[in-house]
């Protein structure tokens, strides 16, 4: 059975930083695209930043390049995102993704993919 589990968010001032962990289990790690997607209140989810399964390749929204940084730990089969100078519009509750398509420009969960539960950004001026 896969389980997809973040952690790390919380509340945290303008310009601080936080970094994300999605700890996984039931797949073959090194097999899968990941991503992390975000969702606001009242808003769509969107993509954030993907990585393909040996980290060779990324992709970042426009919104937080620069500032955000995917990786991933083969040893502990956990997928991170590390994100400094954050700002009020990056409050949102941040979803892990196994199972992603992603190219240049786009990044989207596969239907075959699988959500975490999330966990909650948020951001204060």
């Known amino acids: 059975q896969v389980q997809v589990v973040e952690s790390g968010g919380g509340l945290v001032q303008a310009g601080g930083s936080l970094r994300l962990s999605c700890t996984t289990s039931g797949l073959t790690f090194d097999t899968y695209n990941m991503g992390w997607f975000r969702q606001a209140p009242g808003k769509e989810r969107e993509e954030v930043s993907c990585i393909n399964w040996s980290g060779s390749h990324t992709y970042y929204a426009d919104s937080v390049k620069g500032r955000f940084t995917i990786s991933r730990d083969y040893a502990k089969n956990t997928l991170y995102l590390q994100m400094d100078s954050l700002k009020p519009e990056d409050t949102a509750m941040y979803y892990c993704?196994?199972?992603?398509?992603?190219?240049?420009?786009?990044?989207?969960?596969?239907?075959?993919?699988?959500w975490g539960q999330g966990t909650q950004v948020t951001v204060s001026s």
């Open positions: 993704a196994v199972g992603v398509s992603f190219s240049t420009g786009w990044c989207k969960k596969a239907n075959s993919g699988s």
